[in-house]
């Protein structure tokens, strides 16, 4: 049976005193169906799906598979079945032909939009989400992404080594976010809890299914590193957001939303900039400063 995301609104309510556990899902069955084995952050199983193929320039920037083309689904459970969100990372040709094979399986697209400005080649993000049996959904998306050119076999290379230097003090960027960033092969990343929840069919939206802020550094050389990312944000934060960031030289790309039953109403902005590390971690921190975040961490 296909259940919506607006169905599965309908479902939380019926089911909200039964505890969700992952213990009644064979994760096995999913990783082979994805092909993929899972980061697992509490009970939400994530699986990367970086588009490891694409070389992406932006600004004279190549951009890295973590910095700003990491897709991924995400599955939460839910008793002996699940609901899984996700960001699939597409070019422009790539977009209909995965949305009509995603849509005829059953699988709801959400939101399609782009996260980056000027970059070749141009990048679009599509949201997907669904309920169900976790083995099933990600075999559905599996076989849409076939109509991309999504890798699924890991990249050739020497084994996983310390993550390189990256040119700039993270210890200061670190203090002027207010939180420890991790070093994710060359791209610093930190990932920024609000200080509320964002919930769609009254359950919360874990920080592994999109419900932080997102902030990545990728080093450019001298001290100097491009960023993006995207903030969450409720609709009275979203101006003052977008003044904190123009104030502090941080270019907005995008304002957009990612879930189509979310509550309250999540705003997603991203932001590039190319400029001293720790200059613009003091600027980002004035942008985290006009949203609720959690405290300093």
């Known amino acids: 049976m296909r259940l919506?995301?607006?169905?599965?609104?309908?479902?939380?309510?019926?089911?909200?005193?039964?505890?969700?556990?992952?213990?009644?899902?064979?994760?096995?069955?999913?990783?082979?169906?994805?092909?993929?084995?899972a980061a697992v952050s509490g009970d939400v199983h994530r699986y990367g799906l970086p588009r490891s193929d694409l070389h992406v320039t932006l600004d004279g920037v190549g951009v890295k598979p973590g910095f700003a083309l990491g897709g991924w689904i995400a599955f939460q459970p839910m008793s002996d079945t699940a609901m899984m969100m996700g960001d699939l990372v597409l070019t422009e040709s790539e977009i209909n032909p995965v949305?009509?094979?995603?849509?005829?399986?059953?699988?709801?697209?959400?939101?399609?939009?782009?996260?980056?400005?000027?970059?070749?080649?141009?990048?679009?993000?599509?949201?997907?989400?669904?309920?169900?049996?976790?083995?099933?959904l990600a075999q559905k998306v599996r076989d849409a992404l076939a109509e991309s050119k999504t890798p699924f076999a890991a990249p050739a290379g020497p084994a996983a080594a310390a993550p390189p230097d990256l040119g700039f003090d993270t210890a200061k960027v670190d203090e002027a976010i207010g939180f420890k960033g991790?070093?994710?092969?060359?791209?610093?990343?930190?990932?920024?809890?609000?200080?509320?929840?964002?919930k769609m069919g009254g359950m919360a939206i874990p920080a592994a299914m999109g419900g932080a802020i997102v902030i990545n550094f990728e080093p450019t050389g001298d001290g100097k590193a491009a960023i993006t990312g995207d903030f969450v944000a409720l609709a009275g934060e979203v101006v003052p957001l977008l003044k904190a960031l123009r104030s502090n030289g941080i270019e907005v790309t995008a304002v957009h939303n990612h879930m189509l039953d979310d509550e309250p109403r999540a705003f997603f902005i991203h932001f590039w900039a190319n400029d001293e590390a720790v200059k613009l971690a003091k600027g980002l921190r004035a942008a985290l400063d006009?949203?609720?975040?959690?405290?300093k961490g």
């Open 4 to 37: 919506t995301l607006a169905a599965f609104a309908s479902l939380c309510t019926l089911v909200a005193a039964v505890p969700a556990s992952a213990a009644e899902i064979d994760w096995s069955k999913v990783d082979v169906a994805i092909g993929k084995t």
């Open 182 to 198: 991790k070093n994710n092969n060359g791209v610093y990343q930190f990932g920024v809890p609000r200080s509320d929840t964002i």
């Open 290 to 295: 006009a949203v609720h975040v959690a405290a």
């Open 99 to 136: 949305l009509t094979k995603l849509l005829a399986s059953g699988v709801d697209v959400t939101a399609i939009h782009n996260h980056l400005l000027r970059a070749s080649p141009a990048t679009f993000y599509m949201h997907v989400g669904g309920m169900g049996d976790p083995a099933q």
